[in-house]
């Protein structure tokens, strides 16, 4: 699974990702890539979030919606809810996995509770760096 | 403000005593060339929708990553693809589930957003909104790689004799 998430300088946030899915998976497995509030979210509101791992993990706990709920409703940072949702949430129901997430105040989360993920950011008049664990 | 940009090319990062110098110099290398797409057209001020549609495709086409060119198998040795697409401003979003045909998955994705009413298609249906937009479309061969047939065949032979794992890293291509 690919993604992107993007803050552009007008202050819109957009999410896009895209899979092929899970090796040898059965014909017709959908995972959460194209559910739109698991694996692929954006709410100008709250963040954009593009996730990656066991898709039925990140269905079930409908995680990129997750997220932003606890933005909107709780006033949670980006931090604190992207952390929470993956490394809490997806690892007590056995689920492995990451997401990139960036919210409309420019604040940015790649939390994973795997090995690692590869995975990219680019910050104007700041911070660019590629990493892998 | 000034422009944010992420990317990701997954979590089934090869386990670090399988990664030689020369691949991880191939991922970095890889990454940076997709963020340098995303980072020209939010540099000319472009929207972040744009600009995230343009990175996702620098990276289905990037045959190292699990996605357009490069994806895993089904366990019947086809591909089918998922992709979505959102933007924050008005909630508007596109997704496809299960096509094989569009180069660029999520550009199909885009069509279902900006050309139905719809945010959801699958199959034939998503392909045809797909064609109807004129993307363009390659033959299965393009999204054939050596390394995703032999990580499938791998699978099912773990399948076939009980030995299949839950590695992230091969689960998730």
Redesign the interface.
């Known amino acids: 699974?690919?993604?992107?998430?993007?803050?552009?300088?007008?202050?819109?946030?957009?999410?896009?990702?895209?899979?092929?899915?899970?090796?040898?998976?059965?014909?017709?497995?959908?995972?959460d890539?194209?559910?739109?509030g698991a694996?692929?979210?954006?709410?100008?509101?709250s963040?954009?979030v593009?996730a990656?791992?066991?898709g039925e993990a990140f269905l079930r706990l409908a995680v990129a919606h997750e997220i932003d709920a606890r933005m909107r409703l709780v006033s949670a940072s980006l931090h604190e809810a992207a952390a929470g949702v993956v490394q809490d949430d997806l690892t007590a129901i056995g689920g492995?996995?990451?997401?990139?997430?960036?919210a409309?105040d420019?604040s940015?989360a790649?939390p994973?509770n795997?090995?690692?993920?590869?995975?990219?950011?680019?910050?104007?008049?700041?911070a660019?760096e590629?990493n892998?664990? | 403000?000034?422009?944010?940009?992420?990317?990701?090319?997954?979590?089934?990062?090869l386990?670090?005593d399988a990664?030689t110098p020369e691949a991880?110099a191939r991922?970095?290398a890889a990454?940076?060339r997709?963020?340098a797409v995303?980072?020209t057209v939010?540099?000319a001020?472009?929207?972040?929708?744009d600009?995230?549609?343009a990175?996702?495709c620098a990276?289905?086409d990037e045959p190292l990553?699990?996605?357009?060119r490069?994806?895993?198998?089904?366990?019947?040795g086809?591909?089918?693809?998922?992709?979505?697409?959102?933007?924050?401003?008005d909630?508007m979003?596109g997704?496809?589930?299960?096509i094989c045909g569009p180069r660029?998955?999520?550009r199909a994705?885009r069509a279902v957003m900006q050309r139905t009413e719809h945010?959801?298609m699958?199959g034939e249906g998503a392909q045809a909104v797909a064609t109807e937009a004129g993307l363009p479309f390659e033959e299965d061969a393009y999204f054939f790689t050596q390394a995703?047939w032999n990580?499938?065949q791998e699978?099912?032979e773990m399948?076939r004799t009980g030995r299949l794992n839950d590695d992230?890293?091969?689960?998730?291509?």
């Open positions: 699974t690919v993604g992107a998430v993007a803050l552009d300088r007008h202050g819109s946030v957009a999410a896009a990702t895209s899979t092929g899915g899970m090796t040898a998976k059965r014909a017709g497995r959908v995972g890539t194209p559910v739109i694996g692929t979210f954006a709410d100008n509101r963040c954009a593009s990656t791992g066991d492995s996995g990451g997401l990139i997430a960036v409309a420019g940015f790649a994973f795997c090995e690692g993920m590869y995975r990219g950011w680019s910050v104007e008049h700041g660019r590629t892998i664990y | 403000g000034g422009f944010t940009l992420l990317i990701h090319g997954g979590a089934g990062v386990p670090r990664m991880e991922y970095h990454l940076d997709v963020l995303g980072e939010l540099a001020d472009g929207s972040a929708l600009a995230v549609e990175t996702v990276l289905e990553f699990n996605a357009g490069g994806a895993v198998f089904t366990r019947d086809r591909h089918e693809m998922d992709a979505a697409i959102m933007e924050g401003r909630r979003a997704a496809v589930a299960g660029n998955p999520i994705a945010v959801l699958m995703r990580s499938l699978t099912l399948e992230p890293s091969r689960r998730h291509g």
